[in-house]
C-alpha cells in the first residue's frame, strides 16, 4: 500500500514563527503536492513538485514556500507563521505518467493553530 | 480551464436507500475524474476513478459512478447507505490536455457532506 506520511497530526505555533511541516512518500511518486483545507473552501493547492528541486505555485502561494532536496520527501514552509494560517494541511503525491495512473495518496494531514 | 462543481453542501439519506453526490466537470480535452472520501480529522482516502471505456466505474465500499459525457457529469452512487458511509466526499478532474509541469494536478470541487442517518 502506498504510504504518505506528514509528521505531525496536530501544532500550536506563535505569530511570526517559521514553521516546517514535513511530508514522506514511500511510492517513488515523481509529484508531491501540498494543499490546505478549510471548511466550505475545499482543497485549495498552495505548492506542487514534479521533481527534486523542482516546484510549481499553485492557487495559494502566498506566505508559504516549499523544499524538495529529495524524491520522497517535500516540506512546506510557513516562513512567518499568521493567524489565518490556521488550517489543515494535507499533502498528496502520484505517478507523473499517464499509464501509471493519477489518483493522489493523501497523507493524514496536519491541524496547525497560529495563536 | 478545468473546474469542478458539486452543487450540494449536504446530502441526508436513510440507512438502506440509495445515495447519490453529484458532480459536473468542465475541462477542454477529454476528462479523467475521481471520487475521493474523507473521514473526520483524517485525510482523503481514493474511491474510483474514471480514465476510459465503460461508463460505471466501480469502486471500494460498494460505490460506483456513472460517466455521462454530454452532461458533464460523473455521479457517485450506492445502491444502500450505511450509517458508516456518512463523510465529507470530494470530486475531482484532471485535463487529457494537460503537459509540462502541470501534469498529474488535479482539480478539487468544495466537497459534498453526506449524513445517512439510521
Known amino acids: 500500500d502506498v504510504k504518505v506520511t506528514q509528521s505531525s497530526r496536530y501544532l500550536v505555533k506563535r505569530t511570526g514563527e517559521k514553521v516546517f511541516l514535513e511530508c514522506v512518500q514511500d511510492?517513488?511518486?515523481?509529484?508531491m503536492f501540498w494543499y490546505r483545507q478549510d471548511p466550505g473552501l475545499g482543497l485549495r493547492l498552495i505548492y506542487f513538485s514534479y521533481d527534486v528541486k523542482m516546484k510549481e505555485k499553485g492557487d495559494i502561494p502566498e506566505g508559504y514556500s516549499v523544499s524538495r532536496e529529495k524524491k520522497e520527501r517535500f516540506s512546506l514552509i510557513l516562513e512567518s507563521a499568521s493567524t489565518n494560517q490556521t488550517s489543515m494541511y494535507l499533502c498528496a503525491s502520484s505517478f507523473l505518467l499517464s499509464g501509471r495512473g493519477w489518483e493522489q495518496f493523501f497523507g493524514p494531514g496536519t491541524r496547525l493553530t497560529v495563536l | 480551464a478545468q473546474s469542478v462543481a458539486q452543487p450540494e453542501d449536504q446530502v441526508n439519506v436513510a440507512e438502506g436507500n440509495p445515495l447519490t453526490v453529484k458532480c459536473t466537470y468542465s475541462v477542454s480535452g477529454n476528462p479523467y475524474l475521481f471520487w475521493y472520501v474523507q473521514y473526520p480529522n483524517r485525510g482523503l482516502q481514493f474511491l474510483l476513478k474514471y480514465i476510459t471505456g465503460d461508463n460505471l466505474v466501480k469502486g471500494s465500499y460498494g460505490f460506483e459512478a456513472e460517466f455521462n459525457k454530454s452532461q458533464t457529469s460523473f455521479h457517485l452512487k450506492k445502491p444502500s447507505a450505511l450509517v458508516s458511509d456518512s463523510a465529507l466526499y470530494f470530486c475531482a478532474v484532471r485535463d487529457s490536455k494537460g503537459r509540462g509541469s502541470t501534469l498529474g494536478r488535479l482539480y478539487f470541487g468544495r466537497g459534498t457532506q453526506l449524513t445517512v442517518w439510521p
Open positions: 511510492m517513488d511518486h515523481e509529484n
